[in-house]
């Protein structure tokens, strides 16, 4: 039966590559039809994922989704955009607008490496580069810290991370090195240690979930793949106290437009950057298709209207079903929302060092809630958000203490003031001043500045 579904899979991928060899996509930018924003214009042959795989695009482009028309109704799929870069603006310099057009053409072509979500996950990309290491288990205050010293004892040198954590559950994909080699690790006994070690962490006490941990040679789209394993974990699933806090939840609804065969979704939240991928990715790996969506993220709150029925060409067609949709995409949004201060440190990379940095937050009674860790021509690039080990916003006094430990100008405050505890009521203060201690690791020279 595996034999039989693989043959279909690959004669639907080289019946979609004959498809787009034939009716390869139009891309149209357009700076002037739109005053505040450039337009983007994608007519390509419609297939199962397609709407995705042009957020994708944009995303990896780093442009900001304003406004979105979406129409594949039929053999045909025919969008609109409204993009700004990352500071708000339309996209000026011809040369950047030939470039969006390329990228957009080429990832949309026959040779595209993108993966039908039809399939159990997203696929790896073959690397000798790194080994790619997948996590899933129950959250608990000082998990990144026991995981970083696991690999660190291994003798292995985390070279790119994000993690997330929602509703108790955490997920992290993460890119290891070998110590020796620099490269991906080879032997099978070290690669089943790790996968050992890491399963016994993350499994801690907690009995009643399980963890997951996947070790292979390979890259894959982090973020989506983040959303398939929390998905897979089902995340969505609130206990009772999560379910007394719907106030502060999306506004998610989901009815059925009876005359056309629909389930009408909207979705209405603060806007954040990425959102519109969140909600896509989630309905697509749900196995629903987008026939026609509308979407409007101009102002403060972000506005989501989508038209869909599941592949088998189905409206959402129960209760059970219809609140299964609305958790998931509540779950979607909620993952990446950043509960929390976020710090950002910036240094030369080296061995162990996220394992320092969040061995120092646990000491300190911080938890991280989510992480994005890079290294960058030896530069280690990371952002952490924290809170303390309640839930509640961090001490000003505690941060002060970290930051000196670290090092002032290694670990930078990118937060709000309204993240930091206000002790006795009194206006909060960043609490930055002072001389490093002698335990500074800047003092011990395992911490560099980053210049």
């Known amino acids: 039966m595996a034999g039989d579904l693989s043959s279909s899979w690959d004669s639907d991928d080289e019946y979609e590559k004959f498809i787009r060899r ?10 002037d039809s739109c005053a505040n924003a450039t337009v983007i214009r994608v007519d390509s042959a419609n297939k199962y994922g397609i709407l995705l795989e042009v957020v994708q695009v944009l995303m990896d482009l780093n442009l900001i989704i304003t406004k979105a028309y979406i129409s594949s109704d039929g053999g045909w799929f025919m969008d609109v955009f409204n993009v700004r870069d990352r500071d708000g603006n339309k996209i000026e310099k011809e040369k950047d607008l030939d470039k969006i057009k390329n990228f957009i053409r080429e990832s ?34 000082g998990l990144l810290s026991e995981v970083s010293a696991v690999l660190t004892d291994l003798r292995c040198n985390v070279v790119s991370a994000e993690v997330w954590t929602h509703n108790s559950r955490a997920a992290a994909v993460m890119q290891v090195t070998d110590e020796e080699t620099g490269s991906a690790i080879t032997d099978p006994e070290k690669l089943s240690r ?28 982090t973020e989506r793949r983040l959303h398939q394993m929390m998905f897979d974990d089902r995340d969505y699933e609130r ?56 979407v409007d993220a101009e102002g403060p709150e972000a506005y989501q209207e989508y038209c ?9 067609n129960s209760e059970a079903e219809r609140q299964r949709v609305i958790q998931c995409l509540e779950a979607a949004i909620e993952r990446r929302v950043s509960e929390g201060l976020k710090l950002e440190l910036c240094t030369s990379d080296r061995m162990g060092l996220l394992t320092d940095v969040t061995r ?15 290294t960058r021509s030896g530069k280690a690039i990371n952002t952490f958000y924290v809170r303390d080990a309640a839930g509640n916003p961090v001490d000003p006094k505690t941060l002060d203490d970290i930051r000196a ?15 930091l505890k206000s002790p006795q009521g009194s206006p909060t203060r960043f609490l930055f001043g002072g001389l490093f201690k002698s335990r500074s690791l800047c003092n011990l020279g395992l911490i560099r500045p980053y210049t």
């Open 405 to 419: 430990e670290i090092g002032q100008t290694v670990l930078q405050v990118k937060g709000h003031a309204d993240q």
């Open 22 to 31: 034939m009716n390869p996509p139009r891309v149209v930018v357009d700076n």
């Open 108 to 141: 949309l072509g026959e040779d595209s490496s993108f993966v039908p979500s039809r399939r159990k996950s997203v696929g790896f990309t073959p690397s000798s580069d790194h080994t790619s290491i997948e996590l899933t288990g129950t959250d608990r205050p």
């Open 360 to 374: 120092i937050f646990r000491e300190n009674g911080l938890t991280v809630t989510r992480a994005e860790v890079a």
């Open 239 to 294: 206990s009772d106290e999560d379910s007394r806090n719907e106030h502060h939840r999306p506004k998610v609804t989901v009815v059925n437009w009876f005359d056309k065969d629909y389930s009408v979704v909207t979705i209405r939240c603060k806007d954040r950057p990425k959102l519109l991928f969140d909600t896509v990715c989630t309905l697509t790996d749900m196995q629903y298709v987008v026939f026609h969506g509308n």
């Open 194 to 221: 790790i996968k050992e070690l890491l399963c016994n962490v993350l499994k801690g006490n907690n009995r009643s979930r399980g963890a997951k941990t996947m070790v292979s040679m390979g890259v894959t789209q």
């Open 308 to 316: 869909i029925r599941h592949v088998d060409g189905s409206p959402v």
